[in-house]
């Protein structure tokens, strides 16, 4: 079983810096999103490793389903979830896509620092 999201209908990348990238995906249904993922991902040792995941995938054993129990946060060490996070109260999947984008950029670089901090990155 892989713990990486899924295909979407949309799909897009961002890189914030060099190393340090976004990932937003999502597919929708007559106008409203059935599933999503926003997630940061950094270059280590030469792949794209998540770091923090938002994602609303209710038909998946790993996803969350935001319309029930709100916005959570996977936070990634060593390539793996390292444990969750409570993020807001359950919202339809639509606003929570954007919740979470904004969340996101508000703390990318906490994210980026603890990231780094744990895998001993000191070359930024």
């Known amino acids: 079983m892989t713990d990486e999201p899924r295909d979407y209908d ?3 990348t961002t890189r914030t810096e060099t190393a340090v990238r976004r990932r937003l995906g999502y597919s929708h249904a007559h106008g409203e ?3 999503f993922v926003v997630q940061l991902e950094y270059l280590y040792e030469d792949e794209w490793t998540p770091v923090v995941r938002y ?14 129990n709100g ?7 060593d390539g793996e979830t390292y444990r969750q996070e409570y993020v807001a109260p359950p919202m339809p999947a639509g606003v929570a896509i954007d919740f979470a984008e904004d969340h996101l950029t508000e ?7 603890r990231f780094e901090e744990w895998h001993e990155i000191r070359n930024r």
């Open 55 to 68: 994602d609303h995938d209710p038909g998946s054993e790993h996803g969350h389903d935001v319309t029930d």
């Open 107 to 113: 703390n990318v670089q906490r994210f980026t620092r």
């Open 71 to 77: 916005l959570h946060i996977d936070v990634y060490r």
């Open 10 to 12: 949309r799909e897009y």
């Open 33 to 35: 999103v059935t599933r």
